[in-house]
């Protein structure tokens, strides 16, 4: 079987969802880290930035980063409408079968993984505006200060609550997801599988609470310096 | 102690039809009635009344047969977990209840009638592997391979397969994995099937996208709706053998 | 016409083997050449699909339903004897064919219970290879058990889903060839007429079932496997759509109806909680191997089992048969809970039940121990009755089963009408007058598997076949006149709906040609038949169209066959001046209640030949010789 047609089954679809959503989830773990390092105030914290982006190769890794979002975006949007496309008819009354039976996994994260995804794509966008390509202040050495650029973005109360909102859909896309994909990808053990499941929604709740962490600290910390 | 029951039935004509939900009131329902024994009772004041009766599939009404299957109160065979629809029971319910019924919907199960649809997809997806290919007398003594119970025990857990299409009914997307993938592992498990798992794996999944079924999305209202209570580690078996067929060839 | 049963000559063992011999055979490359008409699509159909599709005839297959893995055989539970000996406990073909004979009450032919017995080896072993789960031990190995009251294990089981297992066993095989070509289906068509042409069947009339149309199918040769007749008691264990029309729509073209009067009655069903009722659910017999069954010593007893002692509960199977007690044979184990309830001392609200205990066997053996023999059908009785057989006692009674009668064939499963053959319960040949437990999966493979392709390559290899179509003047009437009973039904627009008559024939058939019968309820059952088939033609209502989807009109096309089935079933019962087996006439019995069997008189098949609609049929004996098995009174004391 050709790979090409391989990844066009509705397995094989899933399947390259996964691997892009875990790849993903292992970029925002890397990024995490690195914003972290703003606990350790401005010195390291402009160093770690400007370390990363000299590297010439981190046009390769963007690039790579780029083409991982673009495959989860685009076979997500094709799965969605494949799957649009087999139910034609809705049905009138529809009520979730884990009341019937708690064997479901069905959540609310699981249920609006397609909104919840399309509105972080969204903030991403607005995300790199921000700070990406967000006014550029010189620091010492020379290097960017982008932990001014923090200090002034999260001091805004407006900033904060709408990067705390993104980040709960983080929390929700990857509640669902992570678990998701180790099923896609076929890791399925009668006694693994439940440590998996609170595994995946420990790692889900250690990432979103680190970028919860962050906009509220840098608002205390803007405050405090006032 | 008769029940009053009103139901809002979808009807539709034929296949092309537009469907539309009617309501019907019955007060001659009893508590020890099978859901389908109620239908039956109303079905027969229809008749009675010149007017067509509602049309559903049933046959065996003892839960192992895979014919009968409705949305009730949108649940896939209804309120009770590891129960067909025939083998619910109106005690389920209460007087002066209203129960709306749907068919499965599915773009690869389409209506034939009110609430009979068609589900040959599945045997479909059975032609195309879901056998294993041996010729009426070649096979060997019953005991001349040995199977670990263990073995046995998991392909019959998805051996008992009904193929009511409830799994497809129940998933956001349609999609028909529980019931491909019971098969799989029913087969790929025993050493009888194990020579052709890879290629009877592959067949399998290329006739169930060719239908029209959608995607898994993980979430198991498949293994909450499903009579038989088949898990979705089946799925994911299904895609770990379909991963090596695509990687062998 | 004389019946030829056209038994082979030899030894009992060789016959087969012989027939085998003697059989002509078609070149493989010939056969693609036949087109193989099966009609349903259970044990039986599924399996004679998948063989002959092998073997690579061109076979057209037709059922009811909308998936041939729907069919009844599905349901069957408990499951399949095979004469492996793998329990070391003095099993052999030999004793399993002698017990199907005795178990059938010497109504059965010898020759062909022997092959059945021999050839239930290879199903097993078919099976196994087809990937059918059969429960297996620690070892690795099949297991067994014992069933039905046999005194050794034989019985190879799946669960309690035996039947559903070896069912999709054949209709994978059959799909299989279905994707090879060699196999087309045709679901949702319902045979509804039989085409002879030139004395040979030769095709068959189908109405799809989705759009109304009648259909003619043209073919070398015609495989009937649609099952029994059990639904014309209107409860039964049966699927609701089990029906007999495609067998006697063929026995009214000629096809001789053999014993309908042997219908067996399986003792351990759910008893009847209202007219509601649609159907009767089985549990398995297996039940019986810990369960003890008992009554009230006093009539009229309606105090909670729990508050009975021991001393006032009657546990009349094990006092009456203290050898094979709470495991005697269906029929017997049938008659003493109806011969109990009329005594009075039946329980539950109707009186029409019998207790079914487990306490002692979980107090022996502790409920986890019972959960996991029995627990699917605990579940199953909970669900359906709301009540917790791990608490109180199972309420039980008999319900229709199986039926042993079925259309004449003879030891190739050829029926009178030469190229219609007949496999599975639609025919009458291996279980005599009771059919023991696991016995049916077994015949419907047998017959299916290993015996139907080589009999029908002998047919085809044999017998002259001018080329037919379906333009044929035969074919051209045979839909008229299908069309016509679909207009005359449809144009009736009575007020009864069609419920109510197959209600009423039911009735009929249980009170009077049921568990026990005598002369005088039997001639009254014959003329109340009549009567109701006149004012069902009279008064029935049908709802809807011809040329759709119309189940209303499938039903009323059965039960219109049944109202003229039941009276042969009655005549036949009238016929039968003794008791054997399943057939229970009141006037011949021993002084202590059991089965008095007249060899002399009635060692023979009745095989019936239509007349006319309300016409006496034909009788013809086909004589039974026993040169094995000596016919003896059946004890289980």
């Known amino acids: ?41 401005p010195d390291a914290f402009n160093r770690y930035a400007h370390t990363l982006t000299s590297n010439p190769l981190i046009y390769v890794a963007e690039a790579g980063l780029l083409a991982v979002f673009f495959v989860h975006i685009a076979k997500t949007l094709s799965n969605y409408l494949a799957n649009r496309a087999a139910r034609p008819v809705a049905y009138t009354t529809h009520r979730w079968a884990k009341t019937k039976n708690p064997a479901s996994r069905k959540s609310w994260a699981s249920t609006t993984m397609v909104v919840t995804g399309s509105i972080m794509a969204l903030f991403v966008v607005t995300h790199l505006q921000t700070f990406k390509f967000g006014p550029v202040y010189e620091g010492a050495d020379g290097i960017r200060d982008l932990y001014r650029l923090q200090m002034e973005i999260f001091g805004q109360p407006a900033y904060v609550v709408f990067y705390l909102m993104a980040m709960a859909l983080i929390f929700s896309h990857l509640w669902h997801g992570i678990v998701s994909a180790t099923q896609s990808l076929g890791w399925y053990h009668p006694q693994w599988t439940p440590r998996v499941i609170v595994a995946g929604r420990v790692l889900t709740a250690l990432i979103a609470g680190g970028f919860f962490m962050i906009p509220i600290y840098t608002f205390l910390l803007s405050r405090s310096a006032q | 102690m008769a029940m009053t029951i009103t139901l809002n039935v979808w009807r539709q004509a034929g296949p092309s039809a537009p469907g539309r939900f009617e309501s019907y009131t019955s007060d001659k329902v009893h508590p ?107 096979a060997p003594d019953g005991n001349s391979v040995p199977v670990p119970k263990e073995l046995a025990d998991l392909a019959m857990d998805n051996a008992q397969c009904i193929g009511c299409g409830a799994c497809v009914a129940a ?79 | 016409m004389t019946l030829d049963s056209r038994i082979p000559g030899g030894p009992i063992t060789e016959k087969w083997d012989r027939r085998k011999f003697e059989n002509k055979l078609v070149n493989p490359a010939n056969r693609r050449k036949y087109d193989i008409i099966v009609v349903g699509t259970g044990l039986a159909g599924s399996s004679a699909a998948a063989s002959l599709g092998e073997m690579g005839y061109n076979v057209k297959l037709f059922g009811i339903h909308e998936s041939p893995r729907r069919a009844h055989s599905i349901a069957a539970q408990g499951g399949i004897n095979a004469a492996k000996n793998y329990r070391n406990d003095g099993d052999s073909i030999y004793r399993l064919f002698y017990d ?216 009349y199977l094990e006092r009456r048969y203290p050898s094979f007690g709470n495991l005697v044979p269906r029929d017997v184990a049938s008659r003493a809970a109806k011969s109990v309830c009329d005594e009075g001392r039946g329980v539950g609200d109707s009186g029409l039940s019998v207790y079914l205990d487990f306490a002692d066997a979980i107090k022996r053996f502790g409920a986890p121990t019972i959960k996991g023999r ?79 392709p080589y009999t029908v390559a002998n047919y085809l290899g044999g017998a002259s076949l001018p080329a037919v179509s379906t333009s044929h003047d035969s074919f051209k009437e045979a839909v008229a006149a299908a069309q016509a009973r679909i207009d005359k039904v449809l144009a009736v627009r009575g007020s009864k709906s069609i419920r109510e008559y197959h209600r009423a024939v039911g009735a009929l058939c249980w009170d009077h040609v049921g568990m026990a019968r005598n002369e005088q309820g039997l001639k009254g059952a014959i003329q109340s038949i009549r009567s109701l088939r006149d004012e069902f033609w009279q008064n029935v209502s049908v709802p809807g169209e011809k040329n759709n989807l119309n189940p209303a009109l499938d039903y009323a096309g059965r039960v219109a066959d049944y109202l003229e089935f039941a009276e042969v079933l009655a005549l036949d019962a009238l016929e039968r001046h003794e008791s054997c087996g399943g057939h229970f006439r009141e006037e011949y019995q021993t002084p202590d209640g059991e089965a008095l069997r007249r060899d002399d008189e009635y060692s023979y098949v009745a095989a019936w030949e239509f007349t006319g609609v309300g016409q006496m049929p034909t009788l013809h004996k086909e004589a039974l010789t026993f040169d094995e098995v000596h016919p003896s009174q059946r004890s289980y004391k």
């Open chain 3, 374 to 452: 029995y627990g699917n059908l605990f579940d199953m009785y909970m669900r359906i009755t709301d009540e917790d057989p791990y608490q109180v006692p199972m309420r039980i009674y008999p319900a229709v089963h199986y039926t042993m009668g079925g259309l004449w064939v003879d030891y190739n499963l050829q029926s009178t009408i030469p190229g219609l053959f007949v496999l599975g319960e639609a025919n009458f040949s291996d279980h005599g007058a009771n059919r023991l437990g696991a016995s049916a999966l077994m015949q419907g493979l047998c017959d299916g598997y290993f015996v139907a």
């Open chain 2, 32 to 138: 020890d009635m099978s859901f389908l024994e109620m239908l039956d009772v109303v079905n027969d004041d229809l008749i009675r009344a010149g007017k067509d009766p509602i049309a559903f599939d049933s046959d065996c009404r003892e839960g192992i047969c895979g014919s009968c299957g409705l949305v009730i109160d949108g649940i896939p065979h209804g309120p009770d977990p590891g129960a067909t629809t025939c083998q619910v029971h109106m005690r389920r319910f209460r007087n002066g209840d209203t129960i709306t019924i749907e068919p499965w919907r599915a773009k690869a199960f389409p209506v034939i009638k009110d609430l009979v649809v068609d589900r040959t997809a599945f045997d479909r997806i059975i032609a195309a592997g879901g056998y294993v290919s041996m010729n009426v007398g070649g």
């Open chain 3, 100 to 315: 199907t004979v005795k178990g059938g009450d010497y109504r059965a032919r010898e020759a062909n219970v022997y092959r059945l017995a021999q050839l239930s080896v290879q199903i097993i072993d078919q099976c196994v290879a087809q990937g059918v789960p059969f429960a297996r031990e620690y070892g690795g190995l099949l297991d067994n058990r014992s069933f039905g009251g046999a005194q050794v294990s034989r019985t190879f089981y799946a669960r309690g889903q035996t039947g559903q297992q070896l069912l999709l066993g054949a209709y994978q095989s059959m799909m299989r060839q279905v994707h090879a070509g060699t196999v087309q289906l045709f679901p949702r068509r319902e045979m509804l007429d039989l085409v002879v042409v030139d004395g040979q069947a030769r095709g068959i009339i189908c109405r799809n079932l989705v759009t109304g149309e009648l259909e003619s199918h043209s073919a070398s040769t015609v495989l009937l496997c649609t099952g029994g007749y059990g639904t014309v008691f209107y409860l039964s264990t049966n699927a609701i759509n089990s029906n007999v029309t495609a067998a006697w729509r063929a026995h009214k073209r000629g096809a001789y109806f053999a014993n309908p009067c042997f219908t067996q009655i399986h003792p351990t069903c759910i008893p009847v909680s209202g007219d509601h009722q649609s159907k009767l659910t089985l549990m398995s017999e297996s039940l019986r191997n810990d369960g003890r069954v008992w009554v009230p010593k006093n009539p009229g007893d309606k105090r909670h089992p729990s508050q009975i002692p021991d001393s006032e509960r009657d546990y």
């Open chain 1, 1 to 41: 079987m050709r790979l090409l047609q391989t990844f066009s089954t509705s397995i094989g679809t899933k399947i390259l969802i996964a691997v892009t959503g875990l790849g993903l989830t292992v970029f925002l773990l890397t990024h995490l880290a690195g914003n972290l390092l703003f606990l350790a105030g």
């Open chain 2, 171 to 249: 998933c956001k997307n349609a999609a028909a994995h529980l019931f491909t993938s019971a098969k799989i592992t029913h087969l790929g498990v025993l050493p009888q099937g194990e020579p052709e798992r890879y290629r009877r794996a592959a067949a399998m999944v290329e006739q169930m996208d060719a239908e029209g079924f959608g995607s898994c999305s993980n979430e198991g209202e498949c293994e909450a709706v499903c009579p038989k209570q088949i898990s979705i580690a089946s799925i994911a078996r299904m895609n770990r053998d379909f991963m090596r067929a695509a990687t062998s060839k």
